[in-house]
């Protein structure tokens, strides 16, 4: 028996690859597929099965690509509804691995279609349990969306999840390896923990929602305080399940190395300028009306939160880094790519093309201005939670994923001098490469964010809202 965890970052994202006797399964494969065939090749293992837990929202699957390439079937849960040429599998049934075999347990209430998988070892005692999203270190899936108006509440949901843990999941064993789909930082739960394993027994411990006493406190419990999905869910969910672009099409676009000239061309187009450099390089240079996501952060969720997906993306990036932008722009569903900068920036400035700048400033230079700047504005672009847990006094809070909203952007008229800051710098740049798009230029980025901010000594941290007038 063999199980190794491929885990993408950026994405909070768990795949799995198990084999036994040469045989081989994966279970929610990423758009790019290499990592599944180099392991299988390297370990002499033809690749039998694709397991779906779920129509996945956060990203788009590598599932179809995976299947032309081995010829592998796709396997979903009960009540899948897609016109994809899938396997939909019912609950119980099981498939032979080599020595092991897998059993669907459908477990509804993240989706209906939801489905954990059992592994048995070749004796036929339950080894690991492959949970999806129903069941997370410390969390469970959010119920919220696979909702249907007037047919299916979140409510609803999260009853259906009540009775799928209790029934598949709580019978198992404690020493039951628990492989989700997601670790911390997902969207796709509340707050999950730190890990990405766990054991049945240490759920039903520790996780809040395995401990309520009835399923009318579980419904309460999961339902209560769950942040809107990000913008591109409702599009990678739609993806998934109708069938998308060969990644080797949409790279094939994207890897079309354009001169300035031809660059600036296409900047006449309806287009997005995207520069994934690092935050602290770009403040000091880059190209007009370009928009920041550092490959550095969690690149292609801010970009699929914050960029609309029906326009072309003109790529900005390090030297050596345009295929793995693209790559990551494709997994949460980006399919339009219109080549990238020849020679990166550097080309733009030996052109002798006009550039734009971002004022980096330490937080004490912030401090000393504060008394001073009748027209200061603080503009903090956490999140609600992190803004509740400490802020500074008249601080304005407009989250970063709601920056691209016109009403919230009409507020912050050009008079202000705005000081702009998130948790770490990273976000911030990103905020203010949006407000400078959108001809907003009297801004600053405040270095380090509020963990410097708030290292400053007798600084004042408050922990009201503030509200723009």
Same mark, same amino acid.
């Given at each position: 028996?063999?199980?190794?965890? #491929?885990?993408?970052?950026? #994405? %909070?994202?768990?795949?799995?690859?198990? /084999?036994?006797?040469? /045989?081989?399964?994966?279970?929610?494969?990423?758009?790019?597929?290499?990592?599944?065939?180099?392991?299988?090749?390297?370990?002499?293992?033809?690749?039998?099965?694709?397991?779906?837990?779920?129509?996945?929202?956060?990203?788009?699957?590598?599932?179809?690509?995976?299947?032309?390439?081995?010829?592998?079937?796709?396997?979903?849960?009960?009540?899948?509804? $897609?016109?994809?040429?899938?396997?939909?599998?019912?609950?119980?049934?099981?498939?032979?691995?080599?020595?092991?075999?897998?059993?669907?347990?459908?477990?509804?209430?993240?989706?209906?279609?939801?489905?954990?998988?059992?592994?048995?070892?070749?004796?036929?005692?339950?080894?690991? +349990?492959?949970?999806?999203? $129903?069941?997370?270190?410390?969390?469970?899936?959010?119920?919220?969306?696979?909702?249907?108006?007037?047919?299916?509440?979140?409510?609803?949901?999260?009853?259906?999840?009540?009775? %799928?843990?209790?029934?598949?999941?709580?019978?198992?064993?404690?020493?039951?390896? +628990?492989?989700?789909?997601?670790?911390?930082?997902?969207?796709?739960?509340?707050?999950?923990?730190?890990?990405?394993?766990? $054991?049945?027994?240490?759920?039903?411990?520790?996780?809040?929602?395995?401990?309520?006493?009835?399923?009318? /406190?579980?419904?309460?419990?999961?339902?209560?305080?769950?942040? %809107?999905?990000?913008?591109?869910?409702?599009?990678?969910?739609?993806?998934?399940?109708?069938?998308?672009?060969?990644?080797?099409?949409?790279?094939?676009?994207?890897?079309?190395?354009?001169?300035?000239?031809?660059?600036?061309?296409?900047?006449?187009?309806?287009?997005?300028?995207?520069? %994934?450099?690092?935050?602290?390089?770009?403040?000091?240079?880059?190209?007009?009306?370009?928009?920041?996501?550092?490959?550095?952060?969690?690149?292609?969720?801010?970009?699929?939160?914050?960029?609309?997906?029906?326009?072309?993306?003109?790529?900005?990036?390090?030297?050596?880094?345009?295929?793995?932008?693209?790559?990551?722009?494709?997994?949460?569903?980006?399919?339009?790519?219109?080549?990238?900068?020849?020679?990166?920036?550097?080309?733009?400035?030996?052109?002798?093309?006009?550039?734009?700048?971002?004022?980096?400033?330490?937080?004490?230079?912030?401090?000393?201005?504060?008394?001073?700047?009748?027209?200061?504005?603080?503009?903090? +672009?956490?999140?609600?939670?992190?803004?509740?847990?400490?802020?500074?006094?008249?601080?304005?809070?407009?989250?970063?994923?709601?920056?691209?909203?016109?009403?919230?952007?009409?507020?912050?008229?050009?008079?202000?001098?705005?000081?702009?800051?998130?948790?770490?710098?990273?976000? !911030?740049?990103?905020?203010?490469?949006?407000?400078?798009?959108?001809?907003?230029?009297?801004?600053?980025?405040? !270095?380090?964010?509020? /963990?410097?901010?708030?290292?400053?000594?007798?600084?004042?941290?408050?922990?009201?809202?503030?509200?723009?007038?």
């Amino acid at each position: 028996m063999f199980i190794k965890q #491929l885990y993408t970052g950026c #994405l %909070s994202e768990a795949a799995y690859y198990i /084999e036994s006797n040469g /045989e081989a399964a994966v279970i929610d494969p990423i758009r790019d597929i290499d990592p599944y065939l180099d392991l299988a090749n390297t370990r002499k293992a033809i690749v039998k099965y694709i397991f779906e837990t779920h129509f996945h929202a956060d990203f788009v699957s590598g599932h179809m690509d995976l299947s032309k390439a081995t010829g592998a079937p796709v396997i979903y849960g009960p009540q899948t509804e $897609t016109k994809l040429p899938v396997h939909i599998a019912k609950d119980g049934e099981r498939f032979q691995l080599g020595e092991l075999s897998i059993e669907v347990l459908h477990t509804p209430g993240h989706t209906l279609e939801s489905s954990c998988y059992l592994l048995k070892d070749k004796n036929g005692k339950d080894h690991c +349990v492959f949970t999806g999203d $129903t069941l997370f270190a410390g969390d469970v899936g959010r119920p919220d969306l696979a909702q249907k108006e007037n047919e299916i509440t979140t409510e609803d949901l999260a009853g259906m999840m009540y009775d %799928s843990i209790h029934s598949k999941l709580f019978p198992l064993s404690d020493e039951v390896i +628990v492989y989700p789909a997601h670790g911390p930082g997902s969207a796709c739960g509340k707050n999950l923990g730190p890990n990405t394993q766990s $054991t049945i027994g240490e759920e039903k411990r520790t996780n809040y929602a395995m401990k309520a006493s009835s399923k009318e /406190e579980f419904i309460r419990e999961v339902t209560k305080g769950i942040p %809107s999905p990000p913008h591109y869910f409702p599009v990678n969910a739609m993806i998934n399940k109708e069938g998308y672009e060969s990644l080797s099409e949409i790279l094939k676009q994207g890897l079309r190395s354009l001169s300035v000239e031809e660059f600036k061309t296409k900047m006449n187009d309806d287009v997005i300028i995207l520069d %994934s450099r690092p935050a602290d390089i770009f403040t000091s240079g880059f190209v007009p009306g370009s928009i920041n996501i550092g490959l550095e952060g969690r690149f292609a969720e801010w970009a699929g939160s914050l960029l609309p997906f029906d326009k072309p993306i003109l790529l900005i990036t390090e030297p050596g880094k345009e295929k793995e932008s693209i790559i990551r722009l494709a997994r949460v569903g980006f399919n339009k790519m219109a080549g990238y900068l020849k020679g990166d920036f550097e080309a733009w400035k030996k052109a002798g093309e006009e550039i734009n700048m971002i004022i980096n400033v330490e937080p004490h230079e912030l401090m000393l201005d504060i008394p001073f700047d009748k027209n200061l504005l603080i503009l903090d +672009v956490r999140k609600p939670a992190e803004y509740a847990d400490g802020h500074l006094k008249d601080a304005v809070n407009i989250p970063l994923d709601k920056l691209t909203d016109s009403g919230n952007l009409g507020d912050l008229e050009d008079h202000y001098n705005i000081y702009i800051h998130c948790a770490a710098g990273y976000r !911030s740049v990103i905020a203010a490469s949006l407000l400078k798009r959108r001809g907003i230029h009297n801004l600053r980025n405040v !270095s380090g964010g509020w /963990e410097k901010i708030s290292a400053i000594q007798n600084v004042e941290i408050v922990k009201e809202a503030a509200i723009l007038n």
